[in-house]
């Protein structure tokens, strides 16, 4: 499957169906007190940049990079998600890559990301990519159903 993945507005009929989907299947397996879903208006705020995987046209997965001024040490991967019909075929693994390497050229020297214990799938990605279980941080520190990871980056030379 060819696909495209590139950073795109999130207020697009087709991404707010992935975000639903994702926020279905989180609330799906967690309390909504232990989502911490970025909704459209906050994927939207600067220092946010949102990956879309696309295939003939179709979004079929998403991941959003997220910059805070107050760590610019580091930044966040949140929102990744990949629709059912796409899984297996290595779209989260080609978003990962796409954040990581716009984070680096952004000078970040550490990406993080928070995810579930019943995320297996996510969780064998992260690990298979060099992430580490880190302690949980900022909102997450006290997460009943929050699991931390965090890869270093190779910052690229600007």
């Known amino acids: 499957m060819p696909t495209e993945i590139r950073p795109e507005p999130p207020r697009q009929p087709d991404i707010e169906q992935l ?20 909704d459209v208006s906050e994927l939207e705020k600067p220092g946010v940049t949102l990956f879309v995987g696309r295939s003939d046209g179709r979004a079929l997965g998403i991941a959003a990079l997220v910059v805070d001024p107050g760590a610019p040490m580091y930044a966040e991967l949140k929102r990744m998600f990949v629709h059912a019909d796409a899984r297996g075929q290595g779209l989260a693994r080609g978003l990962l890559a796409a954040v990581e390497a716009a984070a680096a050229e952004a000078g970040i020297a550490e990406l993080r990301l928070e995810t579930g214990p019943l995320h297996d799938a996510a969780i064998a990605l992260y690990e298979s990519s060099g992430y580490e279980r880190i302690p949980n941080f900022g909102a997450y520190v006290d997460g009943q159903f929050s699991i931390c990871y965090a890869k270093p980056l190779a910052v690229t030379a600007r």
């Open 19 to 38: 975000l639903r989907l994702s926020d279905d299947f989180a609330l799906g397996l967690y309390p909504a007190d232990s989502c911490y879903l970025l």
